[in-house]
């Protein structure tokens, strides 16, 4: 392991990188203020290598220089962040600070109806996350992540989503384990004890509209940021070169077929297929007036069999992670007969890495989605050998792995 000087290295050099370059591309140094356009900020190329290796190593010096005891105290007290960001959003208290300026602790109190002694106490509170800061006393104004929690709708979304759904049913994964030891099924989880159902989760949801359309935010949310944005995506599949037309299957509101649509005008068609609750949820608005007659929705369930054959691509993004192996195998069972030899079934989907190698923060997120897995659907996220064991053995070898890079595998037909 890494000394502590040779991580204040790494630390200083990836710093050194990213600010010169920032520096002289123009751009705005990080900041946690509210800036005019937080793109500017966004680090790409080889400038997010630096960023990763610089997170890496100054949280692993911070928590080195720690020690044992003062880590456990912090990451043990960390558990009230949830129940402070579910009052944040409870109360929409980021909507009540106005977006430009501060306002007073008595004239926000009078805002959300939270009483101000206690609510001084949230905010507070809130500033060790980044959330809101006192430009003078007794009053509040935007950080950046507080703006975009006021203003930005998938990021709302996702926080709504983390706290009043995630952070219920994290409190019960002990005692769903011991009330299922061994393999269990999505009716036997986490989420079913602190919701007290017997459904499967995207069934339960389905009968829940606002949760739904809520959830369906927090999914545009994770589709931009992360080792699994969009953007990502789309450069890690030849899209030009292999596909005309597709069916986006789980597709949700279609926000993914879009981006695909959009970078690729060469594609023809993209379907996107949900179960018929989502597709009725759908806005008015959901065809855009920019991909006219390129993108179609339809109520089709991937549970069976596919009715439209020999597309070019078959694309699943955040579905067979949602499933135990049994499962995946059925929903291959219904697709691989409708495709022609040469059609490609794409899955953007978390690669689980091989402990410790790569991006430590990433390596925690996709483990933190492997939980996410059990707690909700008791399934799982997969290691490339699982994916290529699943995908050949449950197709009976008709699909074959031809490239896996980070998320997004495919696996083309040969017969
Ligand atoms: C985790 S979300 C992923 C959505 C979208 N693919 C994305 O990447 O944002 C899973 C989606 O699968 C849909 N779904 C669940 N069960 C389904 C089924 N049996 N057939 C079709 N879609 C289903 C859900 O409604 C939801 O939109």
Request: net charge negative; hydrophobic share 40%.
């Amino acid at each position: 392991m890494a000394t502590i000087l040779e991580l204040s290295d790494i630390i200083s050099s990836r710093t050194k990188l990213i600010h010169d370059e920032l520096q002289a591309s123009g751009r705005p140094q990080p900041t946690f203020d509210v800036i005019q356009d937080p793109d500017a900020i966004t680090l790409d190329g080889e400038l997010q290598q630096a960023q990763k290796e610089l997170r890496d190593a100054a949280q692993k010096l911070s928590d080195l220089v720690a020690g044992p005891s003062n880590l456990l105290l912090e990451q043990l007290f960390s558990f009230h962040d949830p129940a402070v960001m579910r009052v944040l959003y409870t109360f929409k208290i980021p909507q009540a600070v106005p977006l430009t300026g501060s306002i007073s602790f008595d004239d926000l109190s009078a805002k959300v109806g939270i009483e101000v002694s206690r609510l001084r106490r949230i905010l507070r509170y809130a500033y060790s996350l980044r959330i809101f800061q006192e430009p003078e006393p007794e009053h509040v104004s935007h950080t950046q992540l507080s703006c975009e929690l006021a203003t930005a709708q998938p990021s709302i979304d996702m926080l709504g989503h983390m706290v009043d759904e995630e952070y219920p049913t994290g409190l019960n994964l002990a005692q769903a384990l011991s009330r299922w030891p061994g393999e269990s099924g999505p009716t036997n989880t986490a989420y079913n004890i602190a919701f007290e159902t017997d459904q499967p989760w995207f069934k339960w949801i389905g009968t829940e509209p606002h949760r739904a359309v809520r959830f369906a935010g927090a999914m545009g949310f994770l589709s931009t940021r992360g080792i699994n944005a969009i953007d990502l995506m789309l450069q890690r599949f030849d899209w030009t070169a292999n596909c005309k037309t597709f069916v986006d299957v789980g597709g949700s509101r279609g926000h993914v077929a879009m981006a695909i649509l959009r970078a690729f005008p060469s594609i023809q068609h993209g379907l996107v297929q949900d179960l018929p609750e989502i597709v009725a949820q759908m806005p008015k608005d959901a065809q855009p007036a920019d991909l006219e007659g390129r993108l179609d929705f339809a109520a089709q369930s991937f549970l069976e069999p596919q009715p439209v054959r020999d597309a070019d691509v078959y694309f699943f993004r955040y579905i067979f992670h949602d499933y135990s192996d049994a499962v995946c195998v059925q929903i291959l069972d219904n697709l691989v007969p409708s495709m022609r030899k040469g059609s490609r079934l794409v899955i953007n989907d978390f690669i689980v890495p091989a402990l410790g190698t790569g991006c430590a923060i990433d390596e925690r997120y996709t483990r933190q989605m492997d939980i996410h897995m059990l707690e909700f659907m008791a399934s799982k996220e997969r290691t490339v050998d699982d994916w290529r064991e699943l995908v050949e053995s449950g197709s009976k070898g008709m699909l074959k792995l031809e490239s896996a890079r980070v998320a997004t595998l495919s696996f083309v037909k040969e017969s």
